[in-house]
């Protein structure tokens, strides 16, 4: 017992010496001056190469461009959520953003709590009233909504196109009109992907037919790749030549599949091609890091606004890669004819579903 | 006469502490090379810890160990060694627990941790022939080839020798060997113990049984709490000398003079115990294993054709009938494994009979539980206390309760101030010592912990019926002689008891009549007066005794 | 000479009290100080000042009203699932379950409140907690029956069930129950007061009167195991199984009542999120404050006082890394978790003992064998 407490004591002295070690380069806590963001980052948190990643690299170039200070914050499921935003909140930030659809409540309540503070959802899920019309934000609330439908329809009219091809970059295909969707959690907020990318196939291709299957009806089909790949195999395997995939780290077995069987798959939410390169025909990318970096320069400027903000491919807060990884994939008659669609729906003369037909 | 031989080993001054608990002071021990040596004490007088300290097994805090090298030569301080070091130096010891692999044969459990081997391969052959030739140099009979499962207790604890002997023993410590063994088995084991001695090994054997001490050894040390109190030419001493240092006062050994066989004394117990009860020795004693003659509705206990499924055998319990009258002791002796635990569980409602009616006071309780029978009048004093009897982490007083916690409580509440009320008592009555009802029955010796056991079972029901199973193991000399003592008064009182016990003596000092236990069937029943070591011998071992007729 | 022994026994006895006081205390203590220069070791590899970081642990925990409120709320949970697995450990029975049981019971409790409607919440309060409790019991009596029954071993099927259970939940909300757009129910009517209703320094905090529940939970418990005769045969069967049924206790219908027990405890936790701090279920609120439980049972000691402390330690520690996640991740608090967990694991013997109980082979059961 006396070895224990000594023991205990000789941990604390040592614990005591090292509270005043101050390393170079230690942050400081956030001041009042500048302008101090905080970010909440979804459960998938840094590091999902997607969405989170997306909302970090526009703080991050907020920081470097605009001077922001800005705080991040993982918490895990449930309370945290709140408790995390809400610890930003009362330190007095000048914006505060929630990545992620699930945070809807928790920035309603906290923007009416804390009418000083600007928030910031993403994907923040705007209901509807009784009349069916969208019940507006609290002022210092904006919805950084995405018109996911709009890009979806490209990618979409693109793997119909492609379908028919014989040939692709270096390989050859079996032409076919079955085209192949994967989604992740069966939620409105991913059959707007569906939506759009059927209504971009039947555009170009009347006569072809999506397959579409979702990994699961829980927040864990969005991280199950082993079911992503199951479905991916069986879709291949049935004839279809392009997967798209809208289903988080679920997708990484949609491009397993792919090369397991040499065919192709569309990423989504960021440039996805280095996950299996040679099969990524193309990613749907989401601009969360453009909505992100907006949000802030408007705080920054003063126009920070509540409300819903649609970021479409009008705004460049939607759209499709094509650099010069996927440059060899993509024939450039059909990458012409892409970007007419393009235009199209920027001038309105098309117009994209964001609901599935039932 | 002075030590002759040289000495082979010297401890003085040990010093061993657990914790608060102090195992050894001051404990010394002298053994002089050639000779077999008897370490007594009762139990926790701390003979295994300093023989631990001498095998290696812990190292002392205080004190010097001395050991000559093989068993021979000059003294070489060994102090603080490691068991791979005495090994070495040719010190072996073999444990009470018995530490063998059931699934490997005897020879692969002798050579395990040396093995010989062919390339990567066991050298089974080789290690068969040198544990054979090494069996016969010694006449430790085992066959080689057999697994250890196989094997009886008294066949296992040859092989633990024979494993320590392969190593190259000439210091030999035997923990307690004789307690699983039969009296025939005992005779075999002091053979080898005098061959070995004779070729210049050493023996040291612990053991609180004093016609044992005077059967084999040359010398003895008498340890008492944790210190050495006497040391004695076995030729200069007689038991009650012995056991007056054991326990540092006098006692009444029962015990031995009866294994002595000294009928005199069983006759006047036999005698006392009629004129107390009456007809029921009488009665019990033309009985001769067959109930019929016994009138039904004066047995206390009541068993017909009682049979337990086994593990080892079909039956372990097969087909058993006896009865027990109020106020008579039926001693079931027999060597251990024989069915005698599985039979007392299955009265006691903790283990299911295939077949068989169990009836107390003539009522049939076959299909009851255990609490059922023990509010019908069963007390049931367990083999094994750690295990069965006793929680050990518990208090005195909660273990007092065990089994009674009903009746200590109101509703669901338990009733705290009458628990503390019957431990007061009963800490008292029955001499539980330390007299702390607080504190754990873990820190208590052997017998005391036997005794919260006994003032429970019988104390905290109105009984007919005990069952005892081996009521006095692993318990000093002191508490036997007042477990007896209590056995005998409820026998006066009227109780019919069941006394289960490997140790024959107890058995023929107890019993009215005398069950022997051989696979699962009684292979004789015999009152008491006819009963001797000599009679029952071959009954233990299955070399006499028809099966009885079912 | 018996005026002798009865000074020694007192001594004694004062003597073991100490020795008990300090086997309690210090071995806790010793892991807490371990974790501390544990953490300032990975702080500073992170390039900050431990003195800054846990300035602001602090900070954003007791030294706040809000703070203080989150680290009630958590600990409100994890007394609950702690006691819930130190009932089962008592019993011998290692209960990973409560996550799930935890879940069911708050799902209970809000399909209760949603069939209520807006019946007054004296009635409604009371029948969330008996649903809550019955939801949880349900799941948690599962295990013992089958280990009762057929030896399985309660690890493996409190693990399974943990898998069975809330995806079974998940299944129900999200095809039946959810608000579109969201992973929850709809709101209840039903629901106890905040402590921000008490005090405006509360504002925000989850802490709710479900807390009153928890400790009145840690009592009842204490109650139970040692001072009433179930209490005392459920301990017996936990320590000894053999020396319980040699006792006359149905050791089978002790593990099916203590698991179904335990589970109750927990699902009683899912009240905190249910009826305290949302008003509605929603998937995955349990966040692992149901395998938390077992650490605050083990460092508790498998004692309703020591667990509520410990609970306190955790929800501390939990609540604080959201609170520095700005300097260092938040994997930082999780590694100090667990070097709690091990340090108080490797050095409290009776720890060590449940443990070793638990990866034992599933034990028969008393009578199975015949």
Redesign the interface.
């Known amino acids: 017992m006396r070895k224990l407490l000594l023991l205990v004591g000789a941990l604390l002295a040592v614990h005591v010496a090292l509270l005043f070690v101050r390393p170079s380069g230690a942050l400081e806590p956030p001041s009042s001056e500048g302008l101090d963001v905080g970010i909440v980052f979804d459960v998938g948190g840094r590091g999902d190469k997607s969405f989170n990643d997306g909302a970090y690299l526009g703080a991050m170039r907020a920081a470097d461009s605009l001077g922001a200070r800005v705080r991040f914050i993982e918490p895990g499921e449930g309370s945290d959520r709140e408790a995390g935003l809400r610890l930003l909140a009362a330190e007095g930030m000048d914006l505060v953003v929630g990545v992620g659809f699930i945070f809807t409540d928790d920035l309603t309540l906290l923007a009416k709590e804390y009418p000083n503070v600007r928030f910031a959802g993403v994907d923040l899920a705007v209901a509807n009233d009784a009349a069916g019309n969208p019940i507006t934000p609290p002022a210092n609330l904006a919805a950084l909504k995405f018109r996911e439908e709009e890009g979806s329809f490209l990618v979409g009219a693109l793997a119909a196109l492609l379908s028919r091809e014989t040939r692709v970059g270096e390989r050859a295909y079996r032409p076919t009109t079955r085209v192949g969707f994967v989604g992740g959690m069966d939620i409105p907020l991913i059959h707007k992907f569906e939506a759009g990318y059927r209504a971009g196939v039947r555009h170009v291709c009347p006569e072809c037919t999506v397959v579409a299957q979702y990994a699961g009806v829980t927040p864990e089909a969005f991280r199950n790749p082993g079911r992503g790949k199951e479905l991916a195999l069986s879709q291949y395997q049935s004839g279809v030549n392009v997967i798209f995939h809208a289903s988080g780290s679920t997708g990484l077995g949609v491009f397993e599949a792919a090369r397991a069987t040499g065919k192709l798959a569309v990423g989504v939410d960021a440039d996805q091609y280095a996950e299996a390169p040679g099969h990524i025909l193309t990613s749907m990318v989401k601009g969360v890091d453009a909505a992100v970096y907006d949000a802030i320069a408007r705080a920054k400027a003063g126009t920070f606004r509540g409300g819903i903000q649609q970021f479409g491919l009008k705004e460049q807060g939607v759209g499709y890669v094509y650099d010069a990884n996927n440059r060899a994939l993509i024939p450039d008659a059909l990458r012409a004819r892409v970007e007419a669609l393009r235009d199209s729906i920027v001038a309105g003369a098309i117009r994209v579903p964001a609901e599935r037909e039932s | 006469m002075p030590v002759t031989q040289p000495p082979a080993i010297r401890l003085a001054g040990v010093r061993k502490t657990f914790g608060?608990v102090v195992a050894n002071r001051d404990a010394s021990l002298e053994v002089a090379a050639g000779e077999i040596h008897a370490l007594v004490g009762e139990n926790g007088a701390g003979k295994s810890t300093l023989m631990r300290v001498l095998a290696g097994m812990y190292g002392p805090d205080a004190g010097t160990v001395q050991v000559a090298p093989q068993g021979a030569g000059a003294l070489r301080d060994v102090t603080g060694w490691t068991t791979a070091e005495a090994i070495a130096a040719g010190v072996g010891m073999v444990h009470q627990h018995f530490m063998l692999v059931p699934t490997l044969t005897v020879a692969e459990n002798v050579v395990l941790g040396q093995e010989l081997t062919k390339g990567l391969q066991l050298d089974r052959a080789r290690a068969e022939a040198e544990v054979r030739a090494l069996s016969q140099k010694t006449g430790l009979q085992v066959a080689a080839d057999r697994p250890v499962s196989e094997l009886s207790v008294g066949e296992a604890q040859r092989v633990e020798i024979l494993k320590v002997l392969y190593r190259g023993a000439r210091i030999l410590i035997l923990d307690e060997p004789t307690a699983v063994l039969s009296p025939p088995e005992v005779r075999e084991l002091w053979t080898v113990l005098r061959g070995l001695a004779a070729q210049g090994g050493t023996v040291v054997l612990i053991t609180h049984k004093l016609d044992e001490v005077v059967d084999i050894s040359d010398t003895i040390t008498v340890m008492r709490a944790g210190t050495t109190v006497e040391r004695i030419r076995t030729a200069d001493t007689t038991p009650q000398a012995i056991a007056r240092a054991m326990v540092g006062r006098d006692v009444a050994l029962a015990l031995d003079v009866m294994g002595a066989g000294d009928e005199l004394h069983a006759e006047r117990v036999e005698r006392r115990a009629a004129s107390v009860e009456g007809g029921a020795v009488a009665e019990a004693a033309p009985a001769r294993g067959r109930d019929s003659t016994l009138d039904a509705r004066r047995s206390a206990l009541e068993v017909t054709g009682l049979t337990v499924?086994g593990a080892r055998r079909p039956n372990e319990v097969d087909g058993v009938s006896f009865s027990v009258a109020p106020g008579e002791i039926l001693g079931i002796a027999g060597v251990e494994g024989n069915g005698q635990t599985e039979l007392l569980e299955a009265l006691?409602g903790?283990?299911?009979p295939?077949a068989g009616r169990i009836a107390l006071a003539g009522a049939d309780v076959t299909a009851l539980?255990?609490?059922a029978r023990?509010d019908a009048g069963l007390s049931?004093i367990?083999e094994?206390r750690h295990?069965?009897?006793?929680?050990?982490?518990?208090s005195i007083a909660?273990n007092l309760v065990?089994?009674l916690?009903?009746r200590f409580?109101a509703g669901?509440?338990?009733d705290?101030r009458r628990i503390d009320e019957n431990a007061r008592r009963l800490v008292r009555e029955f001499d539980i010592r330390?007299?702390?009802p607080?504190?754990p029955a873990r820190a208590l010796s052997g017998g005391n912990q036997q005794k919260i056991v006994i003032a429970r079972e019988m104390t905290g029901r109105d009984y007919h019926v005990l069952l005892a199973a081996q009521p006095t193991r692993g318990v000093d000399v002191g508490a036997i002689e007042f477990i007896h003592d209590q056995l005998r008064r409820a026998r006066a009182a009227g109780k019919a008891i069941v006394l289960v016990s490997a140790d024959l003596a107890e058995i023929l000092a107890l019993a009215d009549r005398v069950a022997v236990m051989y696979r699962g069937r009684f292979a004789t029943v015999l009152p008491r007066r006819e009963a001797s070591a000599e009679r029952l011998g071959p009954y233990m071992t299955g070399a006499a005794g028809a099966e009885p007729a079912a | 000479m018996s005026d002798a022994t009865a000074g020694a026994t007192a001594a004694e006895r004062a003597d073991r009290r100490r020795t008990l006081l300090e086997e309690a205390v210090l071995p806790p203590l010793v892991a807490l100080a371990i974790a501390l220069v544990v953490g300032d070791l990975l702080i500073l590899t992170f390039g900050q000042s431990p003195g800054a970081v846990f300035a602001m642990l602090l900070e954003g925990t007791w030294a706040n009203a809000y703070g203080f409120g989150q680290v009630l709320y958590k600990a409100t949970s994890l007394t609950f699932t702690g006691l819930a697995f130190a009932i089962g450990a008592r019993a011998g029975l290692f209960n990973i379950g409560a996550e799930s049981q935890l879940a069911a019971g708050g799902f209970a409790a809000a399909v209760a409140g949603l069939a209520l409607g807006g019946a007054p919440a004296i009635l409604a309060v009371p029948v969330c907690i008996a649903a809550a409790a019955v939801g949880g019991g349900a799941v948690g009596a599962v295990p013992g029956v089958l280990k009762a029954r057929f030896g399985a071993s309660e690890v493996i099927v409190t693990i399974m069930l943990n898998f069975v259970v809330l995806a079974l939940l998940n299944y129900v909300i999200a095809a039946h129950l959810h608000v579109p757009e969201t992973l929850h129910t709809p709101e209840i009517a039903a629901g106890v007061p905040r402590l921000a209703d008490l005090s405006d320094a509360f504002r925000g905090s989850a802490a709710n009167a479900i807390l009153l529940l928890a400790l009145a939970a840690a009592a009842a418990a204490w109650w139970y195991l040692f001072r009433t005769r179930p209490g005392f045969e459920l301990r017996a069967v936990g320590l000894q199984p053999d020396a319980a049924e040699y006792g006359g206790v149905d050791v089978g219908r002790v593990w099916v009542r203590a698991m179904a027990l335990s589970g109750a405890v927990a699902g009683l936790g899912g009240l905190n999120y249910v009826l305290g701090y949302k008003h509605y279920y929603e998937e995955g609120f349990a966040a692992g404050s149901g395998f938390l439980g077992v650490a605050v049972a083990l460092v508790g000691r498998n004692h309703p006082l020591g667990i509520v402390i410990a609970a306190l330690l955790f929800a501390t520690l939990s609540q604080g890394g959201l609170a520095v996640n700005a300097l260092v991740p938040k994997q930082m608090v999780e590694v100090l978790q667990a070097v709690v967990i091990l340090a108080v694991v490797t050095s409290v013997p009776e720890v060590r003992r449940v443990l070793r109980a638990a990866l034992r082979p599933a034990a028969k059961p008393a009578k199975a064998a015949a």
Do not use: K
Not at chain 2, 387 to 394: E, F, N, Q, S
């Open positions: 608060p499924a006691a903790l283990a299911r295939t539980g255990v609490r023990a049931h367990p094994d295990r069965r009897g006793l929680v050990l982490d518990w909660d065990l089994g916690q009903h409580s669901a509440r338990l705290g330390p007299a702390d607080s504190l």
